[in-house]
């Protein structure tokens, strides 16, 4: 196999989600910096009842985010509805739209609030389960490692590269990247794994990889058109289970990234791996 640093790699698709949970946007190039990418998670949902973060990771009240978009910059966000009408993110009324449609009083908030966290149910029993079933769920607080009001689950970035998803055979948006890293024939899935404390320069940017991402309920659910796909947690489960800081061994695909040196990424741009 070719050394990892000589891996003739690039940027296949670049992607940011204006609101969290939503569906989001893809991008001919993208400007990171050590908050992430521009205008990527920087509005959510909060929930009146509860105060967390609105996340799709707990299927059962918020799958139905999955059915909306969002495209934009802060302060230009557009949300698309189910019903195909849009509405500006800043809009009077968003609040009351957004709560009936979720049957749930919701807030659409651009400052991550001090202690922002989210429920993240336990993947692998809401799969055996249902995602209507109430099962063991923990409470996560979001974006430690991201300076900033960005709603990032942990890191600013996430990468996933394509000899992962071609052998779970998932589309990539299922997993939420903002870069996916287009990889010859031949390089193993997971690969992502040995990356560790590794750093890549792509375009101007230059990342550091912080660990394997775990993976939640999310990928599996519908996404728009997309109809459901119980195989990709199912698959990472069953071949791809890592140590990851702070949640233990669960099932892994791709990985965060810290951004060391910001600048603007483009599609096509060569992934060196250092």
């Known amino acids: 196999m070719i050394p990892d640093a000589i891996v003739p790699m690039r940027v296949q698709s670049l992607h940011r989600y204006p609101v969290k949970s939503m569906l989001g946007e893809t991008l001919n190039d993208m400007f990171v910096d050590e908050r992430g990418a521009e205008g990527d998670r920087r509005l959510a949902l909060i929930d009146a009842v ?62 991550r609030p001090r202690g922002a966290a989210v429920e993240r149910p336990d993947p692998e029993q809401v799969l055996e389960f249902g995602v209507d079933a109430e099962v063991d769920a923990r409470i996560l607080e979001i974006a430690q490692a991201t300076p900033g009001d960005a709603f990032t689950d942990v890191a600013p970035l996430h990468a996933i590269t394509t000899a992962t998803v071609e052998h779970v055979g998932a589309e990539a948006v299922r997993y939420r990247p903002n870069l996916v890293i287009a990889t010859p024939p031949g390089y193993p899935a997971y690969a992502e794994n040995e990356w560790m404390a590794r750093a890549l320069t792509v375009g101007e940017a230059r990342l550091r990889v912080l660990g394997p991402t775990p993976r939640c309920v999310v990928p599996t659910l519908e996404h728009g058109p997309l109809p459901r796909a ?29 951004v060391l040196v910001g600048g603007i990424i483009h599609t096509e741009d060569p992934v060196a791996l250092d």
């Open 50 to 111: 509860t105060g967390r973060v609105a996340s799709a990771k707990q299927a059962r009240l918020w799958r139905l985010l999955l059915q909306c978009s969002a495209s934009g910059n802060t302060g230009r966000v557009r949300i698309g509805l189910p019903d195909g009408t849009s509405v500006a993110a800043d809009e009077p009324g968003v609040d009351q739209l957004l709560s009936g449609l979720l049957a749930r009083p919701v807030r659409l908030v651009d400052q």
């Open 230 to 258: 119980p195989h990709s947690l199912r698959t990472p489960a069953a071949e791809n289970r890592v140590e990851t800081p702070g949640f233990g061994v669960l099932p892994c695909a791709g990985v965060y990234l810290e």
